[in-house]
Nanobody, 122 residues
């Protein structure tokens, strides 16, 4: 059974940093991504990373502030979030897929974590 377990969320002030982690159940996926969902809004793409780590698309809203990385030996993907803003407040979800397809569409991913809350206070 595939499991994705996120950790690292919390409460931080504007301008602060957090690092999210997503541990998988020992498998290496073709792509992994981070999405977020704020209250009353649709789930939106944040960042993704290819198997090799050589391709890392970002949403425009986080480009230059967030960095996605993965450690295949540890079956873990990370999201380093810097210069956080109140509008970054959301539940952040880790996602993984085994095949090909879009990096930014939620429906392209096969597996999802339970989510971790990130709250940025002003």
């Amino acid at each position: 059974q595939v499991q994705l377990v996120e950790s690292g969320g919390g409460l931080v002030q504007t301008g602060g940093s957090l690092r999210l982690s997503c541990a998988t159940s020992g498998r290496t996926f073709s792509a992994m991504g981070w999405f977020r969902q704020a209250p009353g809004k649709e789930r939106e793409f944040v960042a993704a990373i290819s198997r090799s780590g050589g391709f890392t698309p970002y949403a425009d809203s986080v480009k230059g502030r967030f960095i996605i990385s993965r450690d295949n030996a540890k079956s873990t993907v990370y999201l380093q979030m810097n210069s956080l803003k109140p509008e970054d407040t959301a539940v952040y979800y880790c996602a993984a897929r085994s095949g090909g397809g879009s990096y930014i569409l939620p429906r392209a991913y096969d597996y999802w974590g339970q989510g971790t809350q990130v709250t940025v206070s002003s």
